[in-house]
């Protein structure tokens, strides 16, 4: 299976990368918004893992652009936001972000740990 990581922390990155190398997936890092659709946009991937802030373009703005191209890789959505009410703040945009940008999102609030989400 080839993977697509494009998340701008490199430590980061490279450390999930190594990861899914180990259990036999082929990983491509792109470290930028642009590279990172650059990429999206060859259609070579199987999953793509995309933090949402990133340098030059941002990773909904990137979801979109691949939804537009008619990519259709299912994609795995990060993001920095840690903090319960960070999350609770931004759920209900994060919910219509996702689904304008092309994401099949679940968004399900877990009492006492936080949310999940799930993007297919």
């Given at each position: 299976m080839k993977v697509l990581m494009v998340e701008d922390e490199r430590d980061l990155a490279d450390a999930v990368a190594a990861i899914l190398q180990k259990n036999n997936f082929s990983v491509d890092n792109a470290y930028d918004g642009e590279y990172g659709l650059?990429?999206?946009?060859?259609?070579?991937?199987?999953?793509?893992?995309?933090?949402i802030m990133l340098p030059k373009m941002d990773?909904?703005?990137?979801?979109?652009?691949?939804?537009?191209?008619?990519?259709?890789?299912?994609?795995?959505?990060?993001?920095a936001k840690g903090e319960l009410r960070d999350v609770e703040s931004h759920v209900s945009l994060l919910r219509k972000k996702l689904a304008a940008a092309?994401?099949?999102?679940?968004i399900k609030a877990s009492r006492g740990i936080g949310y999940r989400i799930e993007c297919v």
């Amino acid at each position: 299976m080839k993977v697509l990581m494009v998340e701008d922390e490199r430590d980061l990155a490279d450390a999930v990368a190594a990861i899914l190398q180990k259990n036999n997936f082929s990983v491509d890092n792109a470290y930028d918004g642009e590279y990172g659709l650059d990429c999206a946009l060859t259609g070579i991937y199987d999953f793509i893992i995309l933090d949402i802030m990133l340098p030059k373009m941002d990773g909904l703005r990137v979801l979109k652009e691949m939804r537009n191209a008619g990519i259709s890789t299912p994609v795995l959505m990060l993001t920095a936001k840690g903090e319960l009410r960070d999350v609770e703040s931004h759920v209900s945009l994060l919910r219509k972000k996702l689904a304008a940008a092309g994401s099949d999102v679940t968004i399900k609030a877990s009492r006492g740990i936080g949310y999940r989400i799930e993007c297919v």
